[in-house]
């Protein structure tokens, strides 16, 4: 008995950590999960260099909610770097909770399979704020604000544009977070959030990312970069270190020139309005539409 699905990373908006309000948008690149029910019991991550703690308990969690005592085998392949702020480890969790679903020949409602995947990650300690919008902006595709104290969705819209990644070398984690730093701007994030609100969201992403660049010591080079090769929007994403741009097509290779001498990734996609799905097809490999360089 076997499942397979598939889901898209995120973006940020706003990041929760400073007044728990956050925002995320999705983006085309792509985990995929396979879930091999047996009889042992017992559930095992296989993934070759990676902590399986969060996807093992998604699929145990889905197993109990549901009533089921299979063991189980789970196995995420993955285009999103991890620790990069590009919501990999909600995306992860999406597609295990999915596949489990698949296995078991079972439905959830979306919204409610992400909340599975968020409960895992409080369990296992790899979020701060629960991450609910980002659970749900790779979930549902689109835009999304949340409440993630109240753990409730308060907007969700499609949204489409283009959008520039930066991939630094160095990886952060959520849990290394200063969270008193980050709670200092909560009156910056408030504002972010009211733009948000408002749907003006590349104002509002720009605005997080100079708080919240400013307040973990971050450098906020890669996004004045961006804003002077014409992006309407530049953030930090997440927690870092990656960031995020939304720009026309044809400025791209402007941005691209200022983002190599920094060093680590230039990734060109899309937003993504997709919901995530059980299954083995995608909404298409995005590998044909992005431009991965490397150095």
Known sequence: MKGYAWANGAATILNAVA??????????????????????????????GVDTR??????????ERLGYSYGATVRTFSEIPV??????????ANAAVLATLDALQEDLDLAEAAKI???????VGVTITGALDDAL????????VTDNRQMTLLRREEFSCSVMLLIPDKKLFSGDTNIARSRLIAPVADVVFDLAMRGDYERAMT??????CAALGLSAEPMLLALQAGAKGASLSGTGPSYSAIIDEN???ALEAAWRPLG????????????ASKGRESNGATRASQRDRED
């Open 117 to 123: 995947g968020v409960a895992a990650a409080r369990e």
């Open 251 to 253: 400025r791209m290779d």
């Open 83 to 92: 620790a990069g702020g590009l919501k990999s480890s909600s995306t992860a």
């Open 54 to 63: 969060l996807i093992e308990t998604c699929v145990r969690m889905v197993l």
């Open 207 to 212: 605005v997080n990312g100079l708080a919240y």
């Open 137 to 144: 902006a790779s979930m549902l595709g689109g835009v999304v």
């Open 19 to 48: 007044n728990w309000k956050g925002s995320a948008f999705g983006i085309k690149l792509q985990t995929r999960a396979e879930v091999e029910l047996d009889r042992t019991g017992r559930v095992r991550g296989d993934v070759p």
């Open 264 to 275: 680590g990734r230039v990734i060109r996609t899309k937003a993504n309005n997709r919901c």
